[in-house]
């Protein structure tokens, strides 16, 4: 390809599409009880999972290094490559954006970075929306350009069994009345701009699922769409959404994707995620 993608480990992407269109991901770091380690390289899902569970272990993450981005795009563009575009988790949420603007701004004009606005596969369909079109042969315009309007048509709701994960990582902001008196209630969260934001609430775990299914349906449209799915922990959470989202979409659901949300997410959201992750087509393009 003659425009490189980039993106950043949080986008959870099957491993099969990271091949298919030869992306390079740069992990992020999360230090585990004073252990750091890079996610999806020496950490991973299960790790959090268990040092969170029980509120046993201290976990927290840290954003890549700028010369980590810098050493990437120097070695695609070395390699042959003619741009890169940098695609990346919301900017509201972790300074990976900064660290990589800084990294283009010191390789060069041929690197342009998109903040996705978002993360799992809420960054992970931009990414593809991106890579699709550099498999296409679009120039690096065209590549940003198709990223940028990705984000547009891709919606990121979870559910979670409790906001103290959140809270603890500073995450909640937008959801702060929420707090206190109401933590015992099941939040159901979306992604807003970049920011986390309190969608819905309900008394239940089964509940929580129904509606999330719901929400996600109202989000879908009328047109063709992907989901993704995402868990912490909770495969049978995953298996069921996917169940209930396949059978309410029918003909109309094009791709699904199913994987474990990492350690960077798993520290901010706890073991019994169930995220889902609604991508519009556009009908004039194919990822």
Not at 61 to 75: G, N, V
Not at 105 to 110: L, Y
Not at 266 to 274: D, E, F, I, Q, T
Request: net charge neutral; hydrophobic share 50%.
């Amino acid at each position: 390809m003659s425009v490189a993608v980039v993106t950043d480990s949080t986008a959870y992407l099957p491993s099969e599409l990271v091949d298919r269109y030869r992306l390079s991901v740069v992990p992020l770091t999360v230090v585990i009880d004073g252990v750091a380690g890079l996610e999806g390289v020496e950490v991973t899902p299960a790790h959090a999972a268990r040092a969170l569970a029980g509120w046993r272990g201290a976990v927290s993450t840290s954003r890549p290094a700028p010369e980590q981005f810098a050493q990437t795009y120097r070695r695609l563009l070395d390699g042959g490559a003619e741009a890169v575009v940098s695609v990346h988790l919301s900017a509201e949420l972790s300074g990976t954006v900064a660290a990589a603007q800084l990294a283009a701004a010191e390789v060069g004009p041929h690197v342009s970075v998109v903040d996705a606005r978002s993360t799992g596969m809420g960054l992970g369909f931009p990414v593809l929306a991106a890579a699709a079109a550099a498999a296409r042969g679009a120039a690096a315009a065209e590549v940003r350009r198709a990223a940028v309007e990705a984000v547009d048509r891709t919606s990121t709701l979870f559910y979670l069994d409790t906001l103290e994960f959140l809270r603890r990582g500073g995450r909640i902001t937008a959801a702060g009345a929420l707090l206190g008196t109401a933590l015992s209630v099941k939040p159901i969260l979306h992604v807003v701009q970049g920011r986390i934001a309190v969608r819905d609430r309900v008394r239940t775990a089964g509940r929580g699922l129904a509606r999330l299914v719901d929400l996600a349906i109202e989000e879908a449209g009328d047109g063709e769409v992907d989901i993704a799915l995402h868990h912490l922990a909770a495969p049978g959470r995953a298996a069921e959404l996917a169940a209930a989202l396949e059978s309410r979409l029918g003909p109309r659901l094009r791709n699904r994707y199913v994987t474990e949300a990492g350690a960077v997410i798993g520290a901010h959201v706890g073991p019994g995620l169930a995220c889902v992750v609604v991508h519009r087509v556009d009908c004039d393009r194919s990822v």
